[in-house]
């Protein structure tokens, strides 16, 4: 049950999200995480004030050596900030990758607002990075930039996950987090039909890393071999738990306990 999880994504310096968010996450749900780290983020609570991106050339080392010897179960792709490093990404993945499931978070803005991902990139997401998707997890802002939707209501949110759904990925998980309710929908899009998930909202600023924690529980559940849906299930269970359990630091948007252990999963 393990389930090995290879998370190519950039690094957060403080804690919250990142590489440091998803090593956590797969420790925490039971699975052995390896990273290729994609970027270095100068960064708090409070906002990103730099970045630092890795050579891809690097990447794909970092990357092939992973798979050549440890091997993955899953792998989970966040930050990759400019088209030439998601265009490396999809060719390491092509080449080694290609029966091993993907699980694809679009980080395009951080919780602050920054913009983690430049403007060339989105079209080869598209074209190189969804269509290897086993599953692709985009909140409500990255959706409207990927599909050109604007997205008000979960009827919004369906049509956006089926322009996704149309790119080429196996599965759309469409985070509802950005509409303004007391309750959250995410809505699950697959060829055998839909899925909306429910919870309240947890009234907290303490939400950051919430994405990249939501993406790589997936990556988790799907690397022990658990159906797609129950992997889900089992990650939304995850970071409701984290969020409500939240450590309080910083005087932003504070992390996540990423250490507390989902019950009955």
Same mark, same amino acid.
């Given at each position: ?53 890795? +050579? ?63 403007? +060339? ?145």
């Amino acid at each position: 049950m393990k389930g090995r999880v290879l998370i190519v994504a950039g690094s957060d310096s403080g804690g919250g999200a990142g590489i440091q968010a998803d090593v956590k996450t797969v420790t925490a749900l039971g699975g052995y995480a390896a990273t290729a780290i994609t970027a270095l983020t100068a960064q708090n609570t409070q906002g990103v004030f730099d970045v630092m991106g890795v +050579e891809p050339p690097f990447i794909a080392r970092q990357m092939r050596l992973v798979l050549e010897d440890i091997g993955a179960d899953a792998i989970k792709t966040g930050m990759l900030h400019s088209a030439e490093v998601v265009a490396t990404v999809a060719e390491v993945l092509r080449a080694l990758a290609r029966d091993i499931p993907l699980v694809v978070d679009p980080v395009m803005v951080a919780k602050s607002g920054t913009a983690l991902l430049d403007r +060339e990139a989105r079209n080869v997401i598209i074209r190189h990075l969804i269509p290897l998707a086993t599953v692709v997890t985009p909140n409500i802002p990255e959706a409207e930039v990927l599909t050109g939707l604007a997205i008000r209501n979960p009827e919004d949110m369906l049509r956006a996950a089926e322009v996704l759904l149309g790119y080429g990925a196996k599965a759309v998980l469409l985070k509802g987090g950005h509409l303004e309710s007391d309750q959250i929908t995410d809505v699950l899009l697959a060829p055998e039909g839909v899925e909306l998930f429910r919870n309240p909202r947890i009234h907290t600023a303490h939400t950051h890393g919430t994405g990249c924690t939501l993406a790589s529980a997936i990556a988790t559940g799907v690397a022990q071999r658990r159906p797609l849906r129950e992997a889900v299930e089992r990650a939304r269970a995850y970071v409701q738990g984290a969020i409500r359990t939240a450590p309080g630091f910083g005087a932003g948007h504070g992390p996540l306990n990423h250490g507390h252990t989902v019950k009955d999963f």
